[in-house]
């Protein structure tokens, strides 16, 4: 496995420069300690042309900003200079996407090490899977920020949890250093973002009790989490759902203690009318991580017999909802609608 020379500046693949991933390039870069490469898609030709404009709680306002370079596509890695990290923010939607086949061009074995800035529980196997010679990062993010056409609304600091999947195939030491290695140059600005932890899937136990409830219900019920709570939603679905999740973490050998309900309950003040990503996801017709933030965790609920009567139906409700989505955007070739008359 390959060590990284202390002074030498980390090359850095970013895919899925949306409001996560361009706040992921923008701290990197100010750190100095990186020249990262942006992938980006129906926004590539407004940034080559004016860069972003960018209005950020943690950096203050940039105009015409960019990354060391912004491509439209996966480019390949390069046998000269390999990417030292290749960073996943892009949503993981696996009825449509492949992440180990997206991000297989650029991943150098032995060398390049993956972080996944995405949602979800145990997103991580399929990926180390995949690339068994690579070490995995995996981090739950909390920022709030919001990308349009190359404007950038960063509203809530970015900060979030960081730690190694362990690979059962590397060694510890090479794992941890690579993850010291990494948060350093992340919090290079003097901005501590990334928050070294031991264990990581703890961290992603916690998320899921929000994203697994709140997102979901949100997302279903087109209310934001405010207006749930207000129409009685929290001691009918939210809390109760919670209780669920926690369940299911227990059983996998996480104990989230148990105030975590209030915790997360109140993680989000009733005065703030927050509307989380997975509504507004199907705000704009886009298909939405059903799978990796509820369907995982209650795989992990089945294995482990563990009875989830609200989160099983949050799940049905929502994989409807994902099919309409789905076949809005023509993954899936549903018939044509036969008009009543016809059975008359």
């Not at 949503?91 to 074995?109: D, F, Y």
């Not at 794992?175 to 990494?182: G, P, T, V, Y």
Request: charged fraction near 25%; charge should be negative.
């Amino acid at each position: 496995m390959s060590h990284l020379p202390r002074k030498q500046k980390r090359e850095i693949l970013v895919i899925g420069a949306g409001g996560v991933g361009t706040m992921a390039c923008v701290a990197l870069e100010r750190s100095g300690m990186a020249r990262v490469t942006a992938v980006l898609r129906s926004n590539y030709e407004k940034v080559v042309r004016d860069g972003f404009e960018i209005d950020s709680v943690d950096h203050g306002k940039l105009s015409g900003w960019r990354p060391s370079h912004v491509v439209n596509k996966i480019p390949d890695a390069s046998l000269q200079r390999p990417f030292d990290y290749v960073i996943v923010t892009m949503k993981n939607i696996p009825e449509i996407t492949n992440i180990a086949e997206i991000i297989a061009p650029s991943v150098t074995p032995n060398h390049t090490t993956i972080v996944l800035l995405q949602n979800g529980i145990y997103t991580e196997p399929p990926i180390i899977d995949a690339f068994p010679t690579n070490a995995v990062l995996s981090g739950p993010s909390y920022i709030g920020a919001h990308e349009r056409n190359g404007h950038v609304i960063h509203d809530d600091p970015d900060r979030y949890h960081l730690g190694v999947f362990h690979n059962t195939q590397l060694d510890r030491k090479y794992e941890q250093s690579r993850l010291e290695d990494f948060a350093s140059v992340y919090n290079g600005n003097n901005i501590e973002h990334a928050m070294v932890v031991q264990d990581i899937v703890h961290y992603r136990w916690r998320k899921a009790l929000w994203n697994g409830i709140y997102n979901t219900m949100c997302a279903i019920t087109q209310l934001d989490n405010a207006a749930i709570r207000r129409s009685g939603g929290e001691h009918s679905l939210i809390r109760p759902g919670m209780a669920e999740m926690a369940a299911i973490a227990k059983a996998d050998g996480y104990d989230l203690g148990e105030n975590i309900v209030d915790e997360m309950v109140d993680a989000t003040p009733i005065e703030l009318s927050f509307r989380p990503s997975m509504l507004v996801d199907v705000d704009k017709g886009n298909p939405v991580e059903v799978e990796v933030i509820l369907g995982n965790a209650l795989r992990v609920a089945r294995r482990e017999g563990v009875q989830t009567p609200i989160l099983d139906n949050t799940y049905r409700f929502l994989k409807l909802i994902q099919n309409r989505l789905l076949t809005a955007r023509g993954y899936i070739d549903e018939p044509k609608e036969i008009p009543t008359a016809d059975f008359i």
